[in-house]
């Protein structure tokens, strides 16, 4: 079993700030990637940021919509993964879902995939 716990949203004016934080618990033995999701009232979910490995690199995808104000980084150590948002406006209004997918212990096949309960940021002009 796989636990996700986020934290971090809330609710902020246009030009703000938040830092959302997600931690992955359980029987993990490695993480290929961990991103943020988000969905806004009508809308389909969307990817917002993954961060994914290959061998010891990192690398990072955005939303073309918050490439330059978003930033996701990755706490290795400790299996967290970080979204900084900055210069909020309010079509960022939405449920945001953490996502990891990554290997259990004692299983190589199937990768896990694994979804947080949602943490709701809201952006009022």
């Known amino acids: 079993q796989v636990q996700l716990v986020e934290s971090g949203g809330g609710l902020v004016q246009a030009g703000g700030s938040l830092r959302l934080s997600c931690a992955a618990s359980g029987s993990i033995s490695r993480i290929n990637a961990m991103g943020w999701y988000r969905q806004a009232p009508g809308k389909q979910r969307e990817l917002v940021a993954v961060?994914?490995?290959?061998?010891?690199?990192?690398?990072?995808n955005y939303a073309d919509s918050v490439k330059g104000r978003f930033i996701i980084s990755r706490d290795n150590a400790n299996n967290t993964v970080y979204l900084q948002m900055n210069s909020l406006k309010p079509e960022d209004t939405a449920v945001y879902y953490c996502?990891?997918?990554?290997?259990?212990?004692?299983?190589?096949?199937?990768?896990?995939?694994?979804w947080g309960q949602g943490t709701q940021v809201t952006v009022s002009s």
């Open positions: 996502n990891v997918r990554g290997l259990r212990v004692g299983v190589q096949l199937p990768a896990f995939t694994s």
């Open positions: 961060i994914s490995s290959s061998g010891s690199t990192n690398y990072a």
